[in-house]
């Protein structure tokens, strides 16, 4: 390679997470502008900015503040936090098909949920199912950390999620056999599917602490994923502390992704695609991929949505059936594409 | 004080007994070489004296200190440690993966700067891979990979270093080569523990060999002491003769 693509790929590297930002930033605006009621440019920012100057059509900032705009950040949100969650467990687990789906986390959180759905739980306080999904998700990452504390393999750990998916998934079928009524198995299914329509600042505002602090451990201990390139044993030989690593990032990833599965059900394969096209522009290090990874798979899911909510069809898109359509191919893809030297 | 000092150490595993009562010292200007079959603990030694694995009994200091109680990252700016290669998991560049050898001296890769840079750039120029550098790892032949490994050892300027078959499956030129490379860092004030199969090799280039057989250290001297064919006879089960460092081998009768 010589020095002229060299030089360019490092702009390449220097440049991607802010023009990644700046894209999420005009992909959120772009969602407030588009949907059943055609809002044009100046409404729009008048409604953003109603807040500091007087002005602007009260109905316009119901849609604006209300509807589109919180609905768009939860996309971006959910987007993010299993991006970021994907990269780190990639980086941990030494393998580009990990995903939070792979550790059970996403499968124990939505179980969860999917308990306080059957049980009417969610008529007590409409904040019990995100909770609920929180507590899942870190009952799944509780027993993942334990199996992390007593230095288990890696392979082990991917068994344990393997299990724990595979019991959540046969409780869920379990509660929906025996819903009591169609009306409570269609909330199940619709929550099950994943999806951001309707969500509000309220919601949003009780899954950003997990999320923020599940992203700060995942971000903190991103250079420790470097070293695990090397393989568990050299990457200890150069002076990295591995249970601390494996707890850190299991916790870390736990907490996002009980947030994100709190806020929109289950959405997956995002987690997947987006280090996968990231990677190549950070020369392959696990710790450089994790902030372009979460933009890039925040971006995505704000576009899916965006896509969801024009495709005109008589029952909306779910978010999450959108993003398995386009995303499970791209894993077979990835899946093909692997060299038997990795392994 | 930068010696390594492992004293009646012994590692179980359930019922076998890895690593039996072994004691030895590895001290900078030494070039160690570990002898022994498939299965005489070897690795666990390494492991054990490392910290890495679980000691049942003895003690194993690393510049005064016990090695399980140390940091990960304290441990390794005292010794770097060269496991059996293992394939990477990322096609990283060649210069990533050297910069990986200053972890513990808290580099960052893509980040890399003073002393962290330099000393990767010495540990290129030492091992050669100046034109390599910038290539992905998995483009590199095995030859090469093993240089770059010994590049990101040398990287983390520890004052030891141990190395498990770090010629394992290279071809004799690029054997002469790695060995080459340690016994310039032994030269440079270094001490190399390297687990070895060629004896020939071992005899040519180490200060001292250590003899493991069944978990117990059986001798631990110069070449010229210890280098017989009783003993090759002895650890290996092959009849062999000795002329000075050059040996023959044969199946055993």
Known sequence: MNQASRDFEQLIVKWLTPALAVLCVVAIFVACLLGSTPLPLDRVFAAFFAVLIDGGDVGDQLVVWSIRLPRALAAFLVGAALGLSGAALQGLLRNPLAEPGVLGVSATASLAATFSLYYGLVSISPW???????????????????????????????????????????????????????????????????SVANRSFNEIILALPFLVIGSAVLLATGRGLSALTLGEEAASGVGLDLTRQRIATVLGAGLATGASVALAGVIGFVGIVAPHLVRPFVKHDPARSLVPSALLAGLILVIADIGVRLIPTDNELKLGVVASLIGAPVFVWIAMQRRSLHD | MTDMVVKNLTVKAKAATLVDDASFRLAPKEFVAVLGPNGAGKTSLLRASLGLELISSGSALLGGDETWGLSPA?????????????????????RDVIALGRFAHGAALGRLVGPDAEAVDRAIAACDLSQLQHRAVDTLSGGELARMHCARAFAAEAPLLIADEPIAALDPRHQFRILDLIADFVKKGGGALVVLHDVNLAARYATRLIWMNKGQIIADGPPSETLTAERLSEVYGVRATVDGTKVEMDRPV
């Open chain 1, 128 to 194: 019990v199912m995100p909770v609920a999904a929180i507590l899942g998700a870190l009952a799944a990452t509780a027993l993942l950390a334990v199996a992390a504390i007593r230095r288990l393999s890696v392979v082990t750990l991917i068994l344990i999620g393997v299990g724990l998916s595979s019991f959540s998934g046969a409780v869920m079928s379990l509660l929906m056999n025996l819903a009591p009524n169609p009306f409570s198995l269609s909330d199940m299914v619709s929550w099950m599917l994943g």
């Open chain 2, 74 to 94: 304290v441990r390794a700016r005292r010794i770097a440690y060269l496991p059996q290669i293992r394939p990477l998991a990322w096609p990283n560049t060649v």
